[in-house]
């Protein structure tokens, strides 16, 4: 048996964009119940409750706080 490389299929790629649109619809739903302020900051989403404390969802799906103290970011809960 010879170790090789398995090249995508276009069939697979096309699976892999849907997949990846699924989880993003589910995040940016999840997100929406949060409430508060949605801005993209370094490419992350994150939901603003207020200016020192923010929400993102992450690729688990599950909900994550974080509170800014002294121009740094601590995770709440």
Known sequence: MKLGTILPTKSSLLAGDAHAE?????????????????????????????????????RSLVIKWFEIRDGYEYSKR
């Open 22 to 58: 699924m989880l993003y619809q589910k995040r940016e739903r999840i997100g929406a119940t949060i409430g508060g302020e949605r801005r993209v900051v370094g490419g992350e989403v994150r939901w603003y409750t207020s200016d020192n404390e923010f929400a993102v969802v992450s």
